[in-house]
């Protein structure tokens, strides 16, 4: 990204790719790059309320955080822990934008390159949130069973029908346990 003028006008861009559409956020108001349009509110996914701190990690820890979303109804909200996301690329990157045109200049930054995990429902006083728990792609290299997660899209991959794992959600470890691999 190169930066073009005497003020700097940056904004946060996020793209979901979900099974059956792409959501596309950015840090406020709204504005279009490479033709589509990113904006800070979501049918779905309603706006972002907060972000927990990003962190690279050393040895054998991978990236990985968590991105809490206010959605704009009950329904939405329950739609969010839909199991079919879990695995989701999501992407963020960094851009410098025109401030009379809305577009962004040049060719923003990459910053991220992620997937879902897991979804949290919370209801507090009133107040309804989604945690969405992500995590790099490269965490998946750590484990000694490549592509094995605690999930239950994955669990329901190796064991069509078992639903040991379709409620469970605030799970503090995320590698797999209990059974050996169907593979073996």
């Not at 701190?53 to 822990?81: M, N, Q, V």
């Not at 669990?155 to 409620?167: D, R």
């Amino acid at each position: 990204m190169a930066f073009t003028g005497r003020v700097l006008n940056l904004v946060a861009l996020m793209k979901i790719e979900l099974p059956d559409r792409e959501v596309r956020l950015c840090d406020g108001g709204f504005l279009y790059w490479d033709g589509d349009l990113y904006d800070s509110y979501d049918d779905l996914f309603g706006t972002i309320a907060g972000a927990e701190t990003f962190e690279e990690k050393t040895g054998d820890e991978a990236p990985g955080g968590k991105l809490t979303f206010y959605p704009p109804s009950a329904s939405a909200g329950a739609a969010l822990a839909n199991p079919a996301f879990q695995g989701s690329r999501m992407r963020f990157w960094l851009a410098e934008y025109d401030h009379e045109t809305g577009q962004v200049v040049g060719t923003p930054e990459l910053t991220a390159d992620l997937a879902i995990d897991t979804a949290t429902v919370k209801a507090n006083g009133g107040t309804r949130s989604v945690d969405i728990e992500f995590e790099s792609a490269a965490k998946r290299l750590f484990m000694v069973m490549r592509g094995n997660a605690l999930n239950d899209r994955f669990h329901q991959a190796c064991y069509p029908g078992e639903l040991g794992m379709a409620n469970a959600t605030g799970m503090p470890r995320s590698t797999a346990w209990g059974a050996a691999t169907p593979n073996e």
